[in-house]
């Protein structure tokens, strides 16, 4: 009876750590694991090289994400990684977002020069807290996964900002009269996601002004509070209501955006290239 306990328990354990949350996908020929990624590709849409790159930057994001919110947090299964050629078509115009998929898996699409590890950050983030928590509120989980990303790695030069400034990507739509109330971001969220240009930089700078004047210690408690989802929950951390925060971010925006030199100018830039010009700009009364 005795030899039956350790068996059992090395088979728990061998298994529990090789296992993935979601279902390996039957349609890529190639398979490469890490330590807490399994790589899945067709040779036809990723070279070894760009497979070698995000292994290794994937199993950097996971160190720096685990120091920062602590290993309770952290999945302990292995994510599922996928890779699907490239993100926009020139002819068709057509374009596919990477993302996380009902399973916690992470499917990857190649953003011109800026490749497959552009969004990583953003979709691991998603992926890792998919994996581990219960309760998923769209509005906090975007501001959260491009808020933490910014923090983790402000100097980014990668997709989506591609280098311009925070400041200058959300205080333009703020000047300009064109933003979404982050009221409206937050109570209508699933009918805008197609107001990505506008949403995600605002959101993002909404986010990273509350860990600046907050601290990183109450995001974290916010973001890993049972109560997620309430708007209760913004005065119990913080200390005001989600509208007073929004009203007090407003013009603290505005400031940063019309103190930093050639602001409008770099936004309008931004905003010819790709993939910015693929997106059309989401307008008071038509959309929301
Ligand atoms: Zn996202």
């Not at 349609?27 to 790159?53: G, M, P, T």
């Not at 374009?95 to 953003?122: C, F, I, M």
Request: proline share 4%; charged share 25%.
């Amino acid at each position: 009876m005795k030899a039956i306990f350790p068996s059992i328990m090395l088979l728990y354990f061998s298994f529990s750590q090789g296992q993935t949350k979601g279902q390996i996908p039957p349609d890529y020929s190639n398979r490469l694991d890490s330590e807490h990624f399994v790589f899945l590709w067709n040779s036809d849409k990723a070279s070894q090289e760009e497979i070698e790159r995000t292994k290794a930057y994937s199993e950097e994001i996971f160190v720096s994400y685990g120091n920062l919110v602590g290993s309770e947090h952290m999945p302990d299964r292995k994510i599922i990684v996928t890779f699907n050629g490239d993100a926009f078509d020139p002819v068709t115009r057509r374009k596919t977002n990477s993302g996380v998929d009902y399973q916690a898996r992470v499917n990857l699409y190649r953003y011109n020069e800026y490749g497959y590890t552009g969004p990583l950050l953003h979709e691991y983030i998603h992926a890792f807290r998919k994996n581990t928590l219960n309760r998923w509120v769209r509005f906090f989980e975007e501001g959260f996964a491009s808020a933490i990303s910014y923090y983790l790695e402000p100097e980014t030069e990668e997709f989506s900002r591609q280098g311009f400034a925070m400041e200058v990507l959300a205080g333009y739509w703020l000047d300009t009269g064109t933003d979404i109330p982050m009221r409206t971001l937050r109570e209508q969220h699933n009918n805008l996601l197609h107001c990505r240009i506008q949403s995600y930089v605002l959101r993002e700078d909404f986010f990273t002004y509350l860990i600046n004047r907050f601290g990183i210690e109450k995001y974290l408690e916010f973001a890993y509070s049972p109560r997620i989802g309430s708007i209760e929950l913004y005065e119990d951390i913080w200390g005001s209501s989600f509208d007073e925060l929004v009203s007090d971010w407003e013009p603290d925006l505005l400031k940063r955006y019309r103190d930093y030199p050639g602001a409008k100018e770099q936004a309008e830039q931004y905003l010819q290239m790709v993939p910015a010009k693929y997106v059309r700009v989401c307008e008071a009364g038509v959309d929301f």
